[in-house]
């Protein structure tokens, strides 16, 4: 029988179920060859290559097997280490996407049985964080990247200085306190007088528009109660007070108020600062230097001009050295501090898409001074601006 004509209906259902996943049971792994059924498996089991890959793998066993083994894990953690970061995730799951690849390498090639056992292997190399649980196994991706590692110090060590600059700040509220409470005068020890009449007959008078007890003949006035007396006894107190103690007060008052109202606008400085700033930072038409080692020695180091960025995340970028054109994450790339009075652009925070002017370099915070040379603010002068945060323009 002729093989069906490419139009045929024949030949449409074997290009599309060639495209989709097959059974894993009908995959040769030495040959990386998936048939559709167990007849095709059984012929390519019997063909001349397959029985020439079997002879090769005779020689040496152990080497294709480590080999499969090595591809295996390295793809697997690639998958968790993009795909799900340092999060917790089931072991089943990472492995349906990772077996969605019809180019993957088989777990019945490698060393590992089952993915329970390569699972545990995982925990025991310290490769990942692994766990049992009634609804199977989990594992968390441990990230032992350098350059993770460096800037995880650099964010704790930013997070101490932070800590240190709110320290000092209390510190000065609580002098300026203390400084207010030593200069206010001590109040007066109020006096008090026993109430004495010379005869029965006179009774006892408070006049309240001179603040004091007399003792004469009755006059028509209302009866003051308990509460009406302590009122009368707090009024005298307060008009008898010096004029000068109430301007004081009131200076104190606005002192700690405007040290209050400082703090305040700090805090909400720091709040625009951090709602400004973004995940991502890439910018066309900036230097970058290229930090991933995959790539090899030949662009490791080296120094790239982006031209364009896609999805935020990726870079189109071409090689000074070489001219070379290369697709890179963000990742990839760090940004490149020029010498001090040269050209940069900002790339992240409340002055984000400015260029400016490098002033100085403070190499023990890892921040420098810039100059912002356009844009609504063009002129002012910002400090402490994160190496991160800006780049020198191509």
Not at 182 to 210: C, H, I
Not at 286 to 296: D, H, Q
Not at 335 to 352: D, E, H, M, Q, S
Request: with cysteine; charged share 35%; net charge positive.
């Amino acid at each position: 029988m002729g093989k069906a004509d490419f139009l045929s209906p024949k030949a449409i259902s074997n290009r599309i179920k060639s495209k989709g996943l097959q059974k894993l049971r009908w995959y040769c792994q030495m040959c990386q060859k998936q048939c559709r059924d167990e007849n095709g498996f059984k012929c390519h089991c019997m063909s001349e290559s397959h029985q020439r890959q079997l002879l090769l793998a005779s020689e040496d066993p152990n080497q294709f097997m480590d080999y499969f083994s090595e591809e295996f894990k390295s793809d697997f953690l690639e998958l968790i280490r993009r795909r799900f970061g340092t999060k917790r995730v089931h072991n089943n799951i990472v492995y349906n996407e990772y077996i969605s690849d019809r180019e993957h390498v088989h777990m019945n090639s490698t060393q590992w049985e089952t993915l329970t056992d390569f699972t545990k292997w995982l925990g025991k190399e310290g490769l990942c964080k692994v766990d049992e649980t009634p609804k199977g196994w989990y594992i968390q991706y441990i990230d032992r990247d350098p350059e993770t590692i460096r800037r995880q110090e650099e964010l704790e060590k930013k997070k101490r200085q932070d800590l240190d600059d709110e320290e000092r700040s209390a510190k000065f509220i609580e002098e300026q306190v203390r400084r207010g409470r030593g200069s206010k005068e001590p109040d007066e020890a109020p006096v008090f007088t026993e109430l004495k009449r010379e005869s029965e007959e006179e009774k006892v008078v408070f006049n309240m528009g001179a603040c004091s007890s007399v003792a004469g003949p009755s006059k028509p006035s209302t009866s003051l109660g308990p509460s009406a007396l302590k009122a009368a006894a707090s009024s005298s107190k307060r008009k008898d007070a010096p004029a000068g103690s109430e301007s004081s007060e009131k200076k104190k008052k606005s002192a700690l108020d405007e040290i209050m109202e400082m703090e305040e606008r700090k805090r909400k400085q720091q709040q625009q600062q951090q709602s400004a700033r973004t995940e991502y930072w890439l910018q066309p038409n900036i230097v970058v230097k290229v930090v991933t080692k995959k790539l090899g020695e030949r662009y490791h180091k080296k120094k790239a001009v982006i031209k364009e960025v896609r999805d935020k995340y990726t870079a189109m970028v071409r090689m000074i050295n070489s001219g070379d054109k290369l697709k890179l994450d963000q990742s990839h790339v760090e940004t490149v501090i020029p010498a001090p009075g040269k050209r940069v652009l900002v790339l992240n925070g409340p002055y984000r898409d400015t260029e400016a002017l490098l002033d100085g370099i403070d190499e023990k915070n890892f921040c420098a001074t810039l100059t912002l040379d356009s844009g609504r603010m063009k002129g002012k002068r910002v400090e402490g601006v994160a190496y991160e945060d800006f780049s020198k323009m191509a």
